[in-house]
């Protein structure tokens, strides 16, 4: 237990301090807390508080959550570009620009990341709505999991890593946030907006590809692919959530788009 105190000492010292003052940032358990409370929110309290309730109507506030996350996360993907991926970042391997000039691309990418990592917390309302709505069979292993973990390791990303190789993940998600949230946009808007939105399935497919894409990237530097000062241990950590990740997306796609017609075909 000692050393893995120690461990965790040496670890914090090596911190970006370039957002030490940032709200959230001084340390991880106010993270851990809200991560863990979601979790308890979710799969205890929020069931047991709806059982003798009506489900709440929330057509409206659903659809302005929706364009706040398509805002949000186009945002995000436009600042991730300009400030690196799509400017002077190499896409094979990056590492973390440790310039404090606030003008800088270093702090804008910086900033960036922080913001994202705010908005894992934003993306709670995700379940909250399910729960509210009593659509408790849409409260899934996946979705609990992923947004449990979520906010943890952007929070590791943004404290140590603000930035360089792994913040190319951060963009991608959000570009699938941005597709994702502007569908379910689109498919509460009424019956007649279902003949353009036959696309949905594929959103599951996306989203894989991106968790491959990600692991794919990760896998640069665990393998000494390339060499550029980033460092590779976060990398693991990164492709080890990718690949939890994408088993749980792909036994939702089996579940959802594979096994259904063939219960049909067989009824």
């Known amino acids: 237990m000692g050393s893995l105190i ?32 979601y979790v308890y929110l979710v799969t205890i309290w929020g069931p047991r508080f709806m059982k003798d309730r009506k489900p709440y109507e929330l057509k409206m506030p659903i659809q ?9 996360s186009a945002y995000i993907v436009y ?42 917390f934003v993306e709670f309302l995700d379940t909250f709505f399910f729960i509210a709505r009593k659509k408790f069979s849409h409260v899934s292993v996946l ?14 990303l943004c404290r140590w890593l603000p930035g360089g190789h792994e913040s190319f993940g951060g963009m991608l998600n959000s570009v699938v946030h941005f597709i994702m949230y502007g569908y379910y946009f689109m498919a509460a808007l009424g019956p007649q907006f279902q003949k353009y939105l036959w696309w949905k ?5 996306f989203q894989m590809i991106q968790f491959l894409a990600v692991f794919t990237k ?12 980033y460092p590779w241990q976060f990398s693991a950590v990164t492709a080890s959530i990718m690949v939890v990740f994408f088993i749980l997306f792909a036994n ?16």
């Open 79 to 120: 600042e991730a570009c300009v400030s690196g991926w799509t400017n002077h970042y190499s896409w094979v391997c990056q590492p973390v620009e440790t310039s404090s000039d606030p003008d800088s691309n270093a702090m804008r990418m910086a900033r960036i990341v922080w913001i994202y990592y705010l908005s894992k």
């Open 218 to 229: 990760s896998m640069i530097l665990i393998l000494g692919l390339a060499e550029c000062g």
């Open 143 to 156: 979705q609990v999991v992923h947004h449990s973990i979520m906010p943890i390791f952007a929070y590791c």
């Open 252 to 267: 939702f796609f089996i579940q959802n788009y594979l096994n259904k017609p063939k219960s049909r075909k067989s009824a």
């Open 64 to 72: 302005i959550y929706n364009i706040i996350q398509v805002v949000l």
């Open 201 to 205: 399935k594929y959103l599951t497919t």
């Open 6 to 37: 120690q461990s965790y000492h040496e670890l914090w010292e090596i911190r970006d301090l370039r957002v030490e003052g940032w709200p959230m940032m001084s340390t991880p358990w106010p993270t851990v807390a809200l991560s863990a409370a």
